[in-house]
């Protein structure tokens, strides 16, 4: 599974997050692949659309999607020259698929910033600049390596037109993934070259409760990190939200003036930043939700079930869950001709609702 690796300075919050998140977490008989490691938190992808599934087929259980984040110590000004936990920091990043800066941005007099101030925008430029410094290195001793290969044919030019066009917006300070494709480097290139910066960025805030509600505050935080995603919330809050019953976790919600935990929000964005989405399944034994790269074909999501439906796939027949939701059955939907037959060229929409026929 893609994973979004939680980063940021001592003292914001990513342990007070990371530990909510990991309360959370999915139940690992469900999902034998959750338990492995202390590090890293599964959890499910919230979707109120799967509830309704259950409810028109009358299915035992409901499986939602889940989004993994791994928590990823030891980021400290001096990382990229890879000494002590440096090595060990940028080695976890490089494994993670996309990168989740914690920011903090809430004020506690008792809390000490590591910096002896609260200021995002610096933080977020030290993270960064580590990020950047990093790849710099990587850059300087393969563009060696890789002019001679070019110079023998054995790798193509474009691989060292990337890295040079990487180096320069790096040299700017910028990281690769907020220059994006415009400035001439190739993503899959480059993370080939194995450069970090090209990696999803998304940010989350930990604010103070009254910040929460602050708009103004909020778009000036997400002015720092466009095109990035920004979250909000207060990892205390959050910590204290996964100690409680559902109603008295919507309560202590309403009574900072919000809708939605922000663990939710961060699970959509993050599963959104990795560049995945699902579609729906739906029976008697359960109403689920299957993970798949966004654009995928009908073939690609069946082979998520199992590679052997991609193989021997025939055909999908769809149903939006709009349309399902709003007639109620798959009777009926069948008979307003809402369940289309797609081919192996069908690319899977969000809100699909399938089933697939196949040979075995
Ligand atoms: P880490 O070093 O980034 O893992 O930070 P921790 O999660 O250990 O938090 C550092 C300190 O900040 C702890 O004392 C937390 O209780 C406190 N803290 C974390 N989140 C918040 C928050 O949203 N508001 C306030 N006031 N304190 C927080």
Request: net charge negative; proline share 4%.
């Amino acid at each position: 599974a893609l994973t979004i690796g939680i980063v940021g300075l001592p003292n914001v919050g990513k342990s007070t997050l990371f530990n909510a998140l990991t309360k959370n977490s999915v139940l690992a008989a469900n999902y034998p692949f959750a338990t492995i490691e202390p590090n890293i938190g599964v959890v499910p992808l919230k979707d109120p659309r799967l509830e309704r599934l259950a409810q028109i087929h009358g299915s035992a259980k409901i499986l939602p999607a889940t989004v993994s984040f791994v928590d990823i110590a030891g980021i400290v000004r001096g990382a990229s020259e890879g000494e002590g936990l440096g090595n060990k920091f940028l080695a976890n990043i490089r494994e993670a698929d996309a990168i989740c800066q914690v920011v903090r941005a809430f004020r506690d007099d008792d809390v000490v910033h590591v910096d002896g101030r609260i200021s995002p925008g610096d933080d977020i430029e030290t993270i960064n600049t580590e990020l950047v410094l990093a790849d710099l290195q990587t850059l300087e001793n393969a563009i060696p390596r890789l002019e001679k290969e070019v110079k023998g044919k054995r790798t193509g030019k474009e691989v060292l037109d990337t890295a040079l066009a990487a180096q320069q917006v790096l040299e700017r300070g910028d990281t690769l993934y907020a220059a994006g494709e415009a400035a001439g480097v190739d993503r899959s290139i480059a993370r080939g070259l194995g450069l970090l910066t090209t990696k999803p960025f998304l940010y989350v805030f930990n604010l103070d409760e009254d910040g929460l509600t602050d708009e103004a505050l909020h778009a000036e935080l997400a002015a720092t990190v466009a095109p990035a995603e920004a979250i909000y919330l207060s990892a205390k809050l959050e910590a204290d939200l996964a100690e409680l019953e559902e109603d008295e976790a919507r309560e202590l919600l309403e009574s900072v003036g919000v809708t939605e935990p922000g663990l939710d929000q961060l699970a959509r964005v993050g599963f959104d930043t990795l560049g995945l989405q699902t579609y729906l399944t739906a029976g008697p034994k359960e109403s689920r939700a299957w993970t798949i790269r966004q654009g995928s074909t009908a073939p690609q999501a069946a082979g998520v079930i199992h590679t052997d439906f991609e193989r021997g796939f025939i055909k999908a027949e769809v149903v939006s869950f709009d349309a399902l939701d709003e007639l109620g059955s798959m009777a009926k939907a069948k008979e307003a001709g809402k369940v289309r037959i797609e081919g192996k060229d069908y690319v899977m929409a969000d809100g699909d609702v399938v089933e697939f026929r196949f040979n075995v």
